[in-house]
């Protein structure tokens, strides 16, 4: 009963920027934590950032001063603007989305990923 649903990925020549988009619907109460995570070729997923209903957030020492994480709650979106990007930040990208559904505790919700490719 609620989808989360990624946008904005692609390739991109490193130093370059992209945006993430990150929507949840269907029957949503409120949302907790909203994060974004990565996975890269044989490698397990990280999380990269993440923001609370407050608009307080959290990021990976990797990424601290070249990405940033904000979202909208009227929008129940999400996102994730990176700069100075590297190759190294190659991966599928993946929203997590912690919703509160009406008669029920809070669950996480995820995305099926967007694909970022940044080439050297």
């Known amino acids: 009963q609620v989808q989360v649903a990624e946008s904005g990925g692609g390739l991109v020549q490193a130093g370059g920027s992209l945006s993430l988009s990150c929507v949840a619907s269907g029957s949503i109460w409120s949302i907790k934590t909203m994060a974004w995570h990565r996975q890269a070729p044989g490698k397990q997923r990280e999380n990269v950032a993440s923001i609370d209903a407050s608009g307080n957030t959290k990021y990976a020492d990797s990424v601290k001063g070249r990405f940033t994480i904000s979202r909208d709650n009227a929008k129940n979106t999400a996102y994730l603007q990176m700069n100075s990007l590297e190759p190294e930040d190659t991966a599928v990208y993946y929203c997590?989305?912690?919703?509160?559904?009406?008669?029920?505790?809070?669950?996480?919700?995820w995305g099926q990923g967007t694909q970022v490719t940044v080439s050297s």
């Open positions: 997590e989305a912690n919703v509160v559904v009406v008669g029920r505790p809070f669950r996480a919700y």
